[in-house]
Structures are given as structure tokens and as C-alpha cells.
């Protein structure tokens, strides 16, 4: 965590000095804005956040509720999701107060007597060390919270404004903010209407999101609509494995899905109530929770479960739905115009719980859009960046919808009619990268590069996240995760592997450096505003193949040891050196003679390239940024 | 963390819900009082934390200062204070914002040209392992507001009384309330006097305590006064090592401890200003910020400071003195009386700045004189317990004292006078131990047993603190640190490391489980109140020697998973077993044949037992403990 460079911080560094509109930031809703945000669940915060690193920028977000979250809804938390928690600065807090998810337990009909149900088998998470991240549960109000802090801690200051419904909007051909937004006042004074202007708007309103249907996106559905039972309850039980993540399938075909939650002692439990007719009625809702609670002590006999308290329940209906696009452009108009209003998380796919992904791949669509967005408006992108929103996200959705079906199927069949008795558990561990959130791989476009030099760095596979490694900083000969230096300040990312002469030496590594910090090609020289600091649009570092005494900040190019800040400061946290023992070249594949990887603002990598191919650097950056001032 | 036992908690879980004198805990200071502390520093504060986990005691701090601390002091944060953090809830967060040590760098004069520094040699912290817990370096500023917070958000909901100046005290024979203590109003309405009353008064009123001069304690000079020119500053420098804790001495005889700072940017250092004769003139005070950055460059030669901004400056003239006794009963009346006022931190004990021990080692004595004080005041412990507290910590600080004064000799040492060039980081690594925090051991005492046993638990001497190891949780297969889930609750631990025998087949550990949960001798059965709930006043835990997969929790003995709270919810966080990779037996040193380790409210071994010896738990037990109700 780096402060005090403006001075002296005395109080929580994690608050940041409020800048630009952070600094007078109106409480009531202005009547015109740069970004509109509708909904503040999981998707609609994670924008926010994002945005909030961007104080020139302002920025809005309403919602329909009173005030903050406060019970139920999500609760699953994959890895990926916690790297994300970790860039905005919260992940260790999180974690302290989240149930930590080790395995999944599989309990399944008594061979000897299927009345009875016996554990079957035990799948631990992650054999593969596919995150140093842990796979968490925690209440997705806690998620929320944490996002707001965040907010309010940035230097845009931004605090949700509560109480306001989307009605509809209309986007005009032209102006300044084209979008106009009809609101509804909720709670107090409700049903007094307000129309307010912005540049972008983003649709976070759930499944029956009502900005979807403001700009005629198809949401069709894939599958028939399931009904669970949920409750989250404390209570007595002998059933042994209380503790762990459970899927259980009794004899008589009923499944529970059971899901310990943080405290040490409430759970969570997913009942099947089955398929259900979609006639209307919806008869399924009015099962009680005193029939979800019989029917869970049914499927768990011989053990019991005597619940004491019941914090939340509730039945869940839902089918798997998916929508045709993530943003104004009709498909047969893509390239002809560009995108004013976007949606995302369930406004754009809805699925089961059973794989608890929902939030998760709500809050990527959150933090690829809103750093788009901010380019943008900064001027620091063409407006043709955000056509890559709807084009990165809506396969991922897609892919996360086949996921699901597949996993929730196999989750209801009754054993007696797998293929094979361990099919389940089987699955779950073949797919593990998926559920944990890693198997996102984007496709070449204007900011992910043709995997021509993939062999540079072949652990660092272009279109996917940037996989953190050990290294050694250098200056204070810490050992860090170098990933985890990458904040979600909106900057893009370069880092120099360096070629194997010992830094200052003559090298690639001091070439591709003057060139950067000098040539009027170099992406630093070009898009960096000549007023503001020369790391205010890339965050450029160096990793050395030497270990850290090998190397002599006096001899590190000026490139990677910046001055900044009123007083002109050296960062020092930008030189990194191998970890002899766990070497980053070794873990990551990365070639002797060095490799500049390129990482996108949302932590995915961009391109990789070698140290002499300045002009691909130059010419990738050149598609995708504008010259500054 | 465990939380929602009583009913979900939809915010923040380290917000307890207010009990007892926090329900409404009147906001100006009353007229009497269970607990006064005087002085809101790090010993006072850590003390008002672990008694806020007391909420039938009242409790108020006093502090001089109109409010938090702003800047400056302390910053030296050794590994032991941050596993005591972790017992607050707070490690993970400051962790993530201090500075982490890794190594000490020796800076000598070059033997080639006596007139420039050269880097003589490096000594990395804790080669040996000795804490899971980094070696830290943050402003004592934020360690307060972190004591704050706990105090805060604890049942019994503390805030400390800002503005007001202790002036005397007097102890009365007889009274429920027999310490009177007159208080001075400072700012607003300052000169306002008051006079309150408590039962029992901490003095942690810093270095010229006027709590230790009402006592009458002697408080003797050992060594003279020496001084440092002190700066917290942001500079640009080409000094290599400016992020590294350096001793730097130069060929004429100047010298420099460098202490890197959180935040990335800002250092502190501590320029020697030679030893000073105390005629009352504090000449050396008046040395300007000017001439300590001048005679920083001199030693730093061939390297230059600029500095651009001061943080904080001050001159330190500081002795070795030592308080005789920790209390406010004369030596001469020990165990004639009992007594009513302690003094704790820089009020007993006051060094050189040159080990970064001061902060630590007071925090060290708040947390064993608030835990003491509180049994007391509840009925637990007879009164006899609090004469410990100075016998205890008495000795640690004149430890302390030698090994600082040893250790700021060597360093102001010219490295001609050595006999050894490697003299001074031979004894740094040598002597690692001491200033991490971890040399401490009381000895036998009513609360510290005999080592007739030792041998049973060889890696968990009696009288040190428990040296945490990793287990796997049973119920949730969540591999854990077993010492981390002591929190500063107040409560003794009783460690059940079982004997061979699965968990629940006939063995030593089911009869010890049975006795501790029936027998009328049993701590458990004798000291617990009736009314509350069986994990009171004692947490007991179990450690299986086989894996987690070999621990049927159906077969565990109630007595580990006890049963509290409104709803009788089973408590699953006590039952561990040995991780295979990392078994606990053996890096502990753990008889095969199990045994009993009993642990401080304030994480000091006090005990190990064999299982089948419970007439001797009973016996050690009976000394210091008084039965219920």
C-alpha cells in the first residue's frame, strides 16, 4: 500500500484525499452526469468502484432499496472474485470474515440401504494451484459493503443514491449527455419523477432489469425454470460434514446443496423443489419454510436437523436466460454506431445457484466495462473500445449458462442413472478452473493481442488473467506477489522481463527502456499528459532473472525508478527481482531473453511481446488509445 | 471469526452487540469506576481493549491529548505485538498497510577510503522461524486507532476520555472505591479540577509519569542521557538502501539507524547526537531539522539527502531507567498488601529508541496487568494474583534495558574499537530472539507451573508464550494457525494434544474429557458460573493425532463441541487434528502419549500436563482461581 507521497497521511491511508468531483460532490442527484449507474448488487458496485478511481469523471448510482443490502441473495465467492477484492483493497478483510471453501463433500445414497445417506467421496478445490486466492463464502451484503467503502474512500467520493427506480430512458442521436433517464422516487415522496441526463448508463438491475428492456435486447430462455428452497438457518444437527460444502443426494431423489457460511456456524441449504410449469401461478412460492426444513430432514436420514433459527429463506425460481447483447447496438448494426447504454450481471444471464457463480461473473462484467468507460471519457480511447464490452462478455455468459445447465443437471440426476457412480464428483474436478473463475480466455481484438509471441511467456497466456507469481522487490527485499501490486486504478500494465545481463549492462532490457521513456513512438511518451505524472497511464516494472542483491537500483533505467508527486519522489516499488527458490522465469515460462507482457486495467493480459519489438508495442497501443492533450 | 451465534448479524461482524456497562455507558467520565488508566498510549490502550472484553467492569481511559494522536513516537512493531494484534482482530489489516522488515543492512566505513559508507553486510530477521508473524514498522498513531476501534466496537463499547491530566492519587484503607484521583481539565475549560474514584488505577502515563511519582516508586538511572536528532521525512536520495533497515556508521565516528516507513516513501532516521550531561540546560534540544539532515549527509558521504518534506522532527534525550517496583506496594510490604495501582509502559521502563522495543514491550505489560485485574474485579481469581504483575514484568524490563543498552553501545562503537569487525551483526543475529519479542519467560509462580512435565510438549516451554503451529479444523478441513484462534477474550485455554487412540475409542483423552465435563474437581465444572454459558471462562480444545479424514466428529466427546448460546448451537471450531505434512506433534515436540497445555489469557504457557494428571490440573487450577458463584 503506497501513501504519504502527497505527505504526510496521519489517519486510515486506505482513505484517499477526495479530488476533482470527489471534492464538492453534490448529495442529490444532479441532472446531468457522466456515467448513470442503475442498481447497486454486486455488478452496478464493482462499476462504481472502478469508476471512483477516476475523480474528473462523475459518476452516479442509484438504487431502488432504502439503503444498504441486508441479508441474502449471494453468497459464493470464487477466486477469481477475491483477486479482484485484492486490487480494490479489501481481500485480507474479506477473507478474515468469509468461510473458506476446501472441498466439496459428496454424499449420496447408502449402497447397503438407500434410506440411509452415506459420504461418498471428498473433491478437494484447487489440487492444481490455479490461485493463491482461497474459494470463499460470505454474504454478498459483506461484498457490497466493502465496494461502498471503497467509494466513499476514493477520491470521487461516491455514495449510492437510494431510493430511486429506472423507469425508462431514450438516447438521442446527439449531445452532450444523449442519454435521458426517467427515475421514480421509492420509500419517501414515492412515485415523484425525475429525469436526469448522462453520457453512459449501465443497466445493473437484475434479472427483471427494466434497462434490458429499454433498449430491446432479447433475453431468451434456455431452459425450464427450477425451484429451490433456500434457507440460511443455525441449528442443531448430527449430521458430521455441517462444516463443509455438501452435495447431497438421497435415495428417493431428493438433493440438497448445502453451503456453510462465515461465522462458524449459520449454513445455507439449496432444497431441489424441481422443475416447475411456467403457467403464472407460481405455485411453487407458497412452499413453506416448514416444508423445505421436513423435506431437508428427509433427504439427510439417519440425521436430523433441528433448526433453532432461520436468519432468511426463500424460493427461488429460475431458468437459464441469456441475452442476445450487452448494450444499445442492435446485432445488425454493430460497427455502424457505438454503444451508449450497457447491461450487466443478471440483467444480461441468469442461471441456478447450484454452482454459485452468479456474482462472480456479475462483478467481471462490471470491472471490464467501467474502465472502458472511463477511457473513454477521458479521452484516453476511442468511443470503438466499448464495442468490445458486449463482444468480450457475452460469450463469457454464454459459456457460464452451458456450465451451469451442465452442473445442475448432473447435480439432480438420480445416481442410478449415471453413467458412471463417480460422474459428479468426477466433473467437479475436471471443471475446477471454470467455477473458480479462470477460464475466461478473451479473444483477439483491438486490446488482446494475436498470441504470436505466446512462447515468451507461455505462462502468461494472452486473453486470460494475469497470473500472479513470487518475485522479490528489490528495494526493501520484501517478497511480494507481484500481481498484487496491480491496484484497480484504472492504469494499464507493463512488465519488462529483462534479458539475462545484469541490469544497466547494455541489454535489450536497457534499450526497450530508453526507447520507452524516449522515443516519440513509446506509448508512455505519447498517451501520458504532459501535466500530470509520468505513471498516470502505465504502470511500467522491471523483473530482473537476477536474484535481488544482483541487482543495483543505482544502475535500474530511470524508466522503472520514476519521480512523481509534488515532491518529486522515487517509486521504489517497481523493480522486482526473481525468487531464487521459486523463480518467476521458471513458474511462468518466460524466455531468457525477456518478454514485455502487456495487462489491461481489469487484470487480463493484453499481449506479449519480445523487448526489440518496440513498433509492435507501439502499434498495439496505437488501435486502441489517443495521443494525449 | 466467529459470529452469529445469538442471531445473524447483517453488518460488520467485528461490531459486537453492546452488553453490560456499554448498553449506556455515560459519555462523560463518573464519579466512580471499576478500572482507571491514565494515558492513552499503546500500554494504556491495549489495556482499555482486553477490559473491554469485560463488560460488567467499568472502564475509563484518561488521556492528556484533546485527541488521537496525530504523529510521531513509536513505530517498531516486533513480530511478538502483531501475533498479539491477531488476538485483537486487527493483524491482517495493519499488516497490510506497515512497512515489513526482512533484514538489517550494516553500513560501514569503506576500508579502502575511511570517508565514504560502504554496505558491510546484511542479517535477515528470524532465519530460524520463530514467528509466523512479520516483523513490521508503523506509525504508533495507528496502532492506537486500531486499539481504538476494538474498544470501540467491543460489548462494553470504550471510547477514551480525551483532555484531562492526572494531578495525584490517594488510596484509602478501606472502601469499595479506595482510589481517589484528582484529574486536571486541559483545553477547554483547562485548570477544571475533578476527583474520581476506582478500584484499581493503571498508570500509563509515559516516561515522566506523574502516577509513578504518586506511588513513590523509585525510578533509577542506569545509564546517562544520550541523544538523537530524530526526522520522519520524504527525500530523494541516492542511497541504495533507503527502503532497508540500515545501521550506518560512518569512518568519523557518526552514525545512523535508518528505519524504513509504511506507505512506500517516507523513512525515518535517528541521528546519533552523542551522549549528553544532564545539567538541566538541554542545550542539545535546540539542534534545528537543519543540522540533523546536514550531519545525515556527512555520514552518508559518498551519498546525498534532499529532503523535501518533514513529516515530524525531534530531539530524544533519553537514560536507561528502571522503575523498582511495577505497583504501588513498597518492597518491603510485599505480600503484606495488595495493590491498587500499577504503572506500566514508559512510566517504569525508558531505553534508547535503537531496538524498536519500547511500544512492544509496553503493550506487554498492559496485557498482562488488564487480564489480571479483571478476574479479579469478577470474582475468577483471588486478589492475590495481581502481585504477579510486577513480579512478572518487572524482571522483563530490566531484560529489557540491558540487552538496549548493550545493543546502543555497540552500535555507537566506532568499528576500530571492535574486536571483531562482524561484532555487531553477529550479536543482531545472535541475540534475534530478544527483540522479536519472544525471550520472555516467567517463571514458576501461582500462575506459571513447576516443568516437572516438560518433556511431554518440549516445543511449548512453560512460561513462554504458545508458539502457534499449523492443524487442520476437522469440521471444515480448513488447514488454520491452532494459536490464532486465541483471541484476547480473557478466557484460559486448555490444549488437549490426545493420546494414539482413534478420537472416541477408550483412551486417556475420553477419560480427561469425561472428568473435565463431570467431575466436581474439574476447572471447568468448579470455576464456570452457573449461568453462563460451559466456554466461559475456559476454551477448551482438542488436537487428534491422525488427519482430519481420521476424526469421526460423531464420536468426539461433547466437552469439545460444547453446546452455548441462546440457541444451544454446537461450537465446531475446537476440534483439530494433526496436518500430515506439517504435524504438529512432531514440530512441537509432543509426547505420543498426549498431553494437557495450559495457556495465559494473555498467551503464556502456563502449564503442561500429562492427560491422566488432573489432580494436578485440579491443584493448579485451585491456587489461582476462585469457585463460582
Known amino acids: 500500500m503506497q501513501f504519504h507521497q502527497h505527505g504526510y497521511v496521519s489517519g486510515d491511508p486506505r482513505i484517499k484525499p477526495a479530488e476533482g468531483t470527489g471534492i464538492n460532490r453534490p448529495v442529490e442527484l444532479p441532472a446531468e452526469m457522466d456515467v448513470l449507474i442503475v442498481g447497486a448488487g454486486p455488478a452496478g458496485m464493482i462499476t462504481a468502484a472502478q469508476l471512483s478511481a477516476f475523480p474528473n469523471l462523475s459518476t452516479r448510482i442509484v438504487e431502488r432499496r432504502p439503503g444498504r443490502l441486508e441479508i441474502g441473495q449471494a453468497d459464493g465467492i470464487q477466486a477469481r472474485s477475491v483477486e479482484t477484492f485484492q486490487a480494490f483493497g479489501f481481500?485480507?478483510?474479506?477473507?478474515?470474515?468469509?468461510?473458506?471453501?476446501?472441498?466439496?463433500?459428496?454424499?449420496?445414497?447408502?449402497?447397503?440401504?438407500?434410506?440411509?445417506?452415506?459420504?461418498?467421496?471428498?473433491?478437494?478445490?484447487?489440487?492444481?494451484?490455479?490461485?493463491?486466492?482461497?474459494?470463499?463464502?460470505?454474504?454478498?451484503?459483506?461484498?457490497?459493503d466493502y465496494f461502498a467503502e471503497v467509494m466513499a474512500y476514493s477520491p470521487a467520493r461516491?455514495?449510492?443514491?437510494?431510493?430511486?427506480?429506472?423507469?425508462?430512458?431514450?438516447?438521442?442521436?446527439?449531445?452532450?449527455?444523449?442519454?435521458?433517464?426517467?427515475?421514480?422516487?421509492?420509500?419517501?415522496?414515492?412515485?415523484?419523477?425525475?429525469?436526469?441526463?448522462?453520457?453512459?448508463?449501465?443497466?445493473?438491475?437484475?434479472?427483471?432489469?427494466?434497462?434490458?428492456?429499454?433498449?430491446?435486447?432479447?433475453?431468451?430462455?434456455?431452459?425450464?425454470?427450477?425451484?429451490?428452497?433456500?434457507?440460511?438457518?443455525?441449528?442443531?444437527?448430527?449430521?458430521?460434514?455441517?462444516?463443509?460444502?455438501?452435495?447431497?443426494?438421497?435415495?428417493?431423489?431428493?438433493?440438497?446443496?448445502?453451503?456453510?457460511?462465515?461465522?462458524?456456524?449459520?449454513?445455507?441449504?439449496?432444497?431441489?423443489?424441481?422443475?416447475?410449469?411456467?403457467?403464472?401461478?407460481?405455485?411453487?412460492?407458497?412452499?413453506?419454510?416448514?416444508?423445505?426444513?421436513?423435506?431437508?430432514?428427509?433427504?439427510?436420514?439417519?440425521?436430523?436437523?433441528?433448526?433453532?433459527?432461520?436468519?432468511?429463506?426463500?424460493?427461488?425460481?429460475?431458468?437459464?436466460?441469456?441475452?442476445?447483447?450487452?448494450?444499445?447496438?442492435?446485432?445488425?448494426?454493430?460497427?455502424?454506431?457505438?454503444?451508449?447504454?450497457?447491461?450487466?450481471?443478471?440483467?444480461?444471464?441468469?442461471?441456478?445457484?447450484?454452482?454459485?457463480?452468479?456474482?462472480?461473473?456479475?462483478?467481471?462484467?462490471?470491472?471490464?466495462?467501467?474502465?472502458?468507460?472511463?477511457?473513454?471519457?477521458?479521452?484516453?480511447?476511442?468511443?470503438?473500445?466499448?464495442?468490445?464490452?458486449?463482444?468480450?462478455?457475452?460469450?463469457?455468459?454464454?459459456?457460464?449458462?452451458?456450465?451451469?445447465?451442465?452442473?445442475?443437471?448432473?447435480?439432480?440426476?438420480?445416481p442410478e442413472d449415471m453413467e458412471d457412480p463417480t460422474e459428479l464428483e468426477d466433473y467437479y474436478v475436471r471443471t475446477f478452473e471454470f467455477p473458480a473463475g479462470f477460464m475466461t480466455q478473451y479473444q483477439p481484438s483491438m486490446l488482446i493481442g494475436q498470441p504470436v509471441h505466446q512462447d515468451l511467456a507461455m505462462g502468461f497466456p494472452i486473453g486470460k488473467r494475469f497470473k500472479s507469481a513470487p518475485v522479490v522487490r528489490v528495494a526493501d527485499a520484501n517478497p511480494v506477489q507481484l500481481g498484487h501490486h496491480h491496484r484497480a486504478d484504472g492504469r494499464w500494465r507493463l512488465y519488462a522481463f529483462a534479458d539475462a545481463p545484469a541490469i544497466g549492462e547494455p541489454s535489450a532490457l536497457s534499450d526497450w527502456a530508453r526507447w520507452l521513456s524516449t522515443s516519440p513512438e513509446s506509448p508512455l511518451v505519447k498517451y501520458t499528459p504532459k501535466d500530470g505524472d509520468i505513471d498516470a497511464v502505465f504502470d511500467v516494472k522491471l523483473i530482473a532473472q537476477q536474484d535481488f542483491e544482483g541487482v543495483d537500483l543505482g544502475r535500474v533505467p530511470a524508466t522503472f525508478m520514476p519521480r512523481t508527486g509534488p515532491f518529486g519522489l522515487i517509486d521504489y516499488e517497481l523493480v522486482y527481482a526473481a525468487d531464487p527458490v521459486r523463480d518467476i522465469f521458471e513458474a511462468r515460462g518466460i524466455d531468457r531473453g525477456g518478454a514485455v507482457v502487456v495487462v489491461r486495467p481489469d487484470q487480463y493480459v493484453a499481449n506479449v511481446l519480445p523487448l526489440t519489438d518496440t513498433a509492435g508495442l507501439a502499434g498495439f497501443f496505437g488501435q486502441l488509445m489517443l495521443a494525449a492533450g
Open 158 to 414: 461516491i455514495t449510492p443514491d437510494y431510493g430511486w427506480a429506472f423507469q425508462s430512458l431514450e438516447i438521442a442521436a446527439t449531445g452532450e449527455y444523449p442519454v435521458a433517464v426517467t427515475l421514480l422516487r421509492t420509500g419517501e415522496n414515492a412515485g415523484a419523477v425525475r429525469v436526469v441526463h448522462a453520457k453512459y448508463v449501465v443497466g445493473a438491475d437484475g434479472a427483471h432489469s427494466a434497462v434490458r428492456e429499454s433498449i430491446g435486447a432479447k433475453h431468451s430462455s434456455i431452459h425450464a425454470n427450477h425451484a429451490w428452497g433456500v434457507m440460511d438457518v443455525l441449528a442443531v444437527t448430527d449430521f458430521p460434514d455441517i462444516r463443509a460444502k455438501c452435495a447431497i443426494q438421497s435415495g428417493d431423489g431428493g438433493n440438497i446443496l448445502l453451503i456453510p457460511r462465515e461465522g462458524g456456524s449459520l449454513f445455507r441449504m439449496y432444497v431441489d423443489l424441481g422443475d416447475v410449469v411456467e403457467d403464472g401461478q407460481h405455485a411453487v412460492r407458497n412452499t413453506t419454510i416448514e416444508t423445505i426444513i421436513a423435506k431437508a430432514n428427509r433427504i439427510l436420514h439417519p440425521y436430523t436437523l433441528d433448526v433453532r433459527s432461520v436468519a432468511w429463506t426463500s424460493v427461488y425460481e429460475v431458468g437459464h436466460r441469456l441475452t442476445d447483447r450487452f448494450d444499445d447496438v442492435p446485432l445488425d448494426q454493430l460497427g455502424a454506431r457505438l454503444p451508449r447504454v450497457f447491461i450487466t450481471g443478471d440483467a444480461c444471464h441468469t442461471h441456478s445457484a447450484k454452482a454459485g457463480q452468479g456474482m462472480n461473473v456479475s462483478m467481471q462484467d462490471g470491472f471490464n466495462v467501467a474502465w472502458k468507460i472511463a477511457h473513454v471519457l477521458e479521452g484516453r480511447s476511442p468511443a470503438s473500445l466499448l464495442a468490445t464490452y458486449s463482444a468480450e462478455r457475452q460469450v463469457i455468459a454464454k459459456d457460464l449458462i452451458d456450465f451451469d445447465l451442465e452442473w445442475s443437471t448432473l447435480m439432480a440426476m438420480r
Open 91 to 144: 481481500a485480507e478483510r474479506i477473507i478474515t470474515e468469509a468461510y473458506r471453501i476446501t472441498a466439496t463433500v459428496f454424499w449420496k445414497p447408502d449402497p447397503v440401504d438407500h434410506t440411509r445417506i452415506a459420504r461418498a467421496a471428498r473433491a478437494p478445490d484447487d489440487t492444481t494451484g490455479i490461485s493463491e486466492f482461497p474459494h470463499l463464502i460470505v454474504n454478498q451484503a459483506r461484498v457490497l
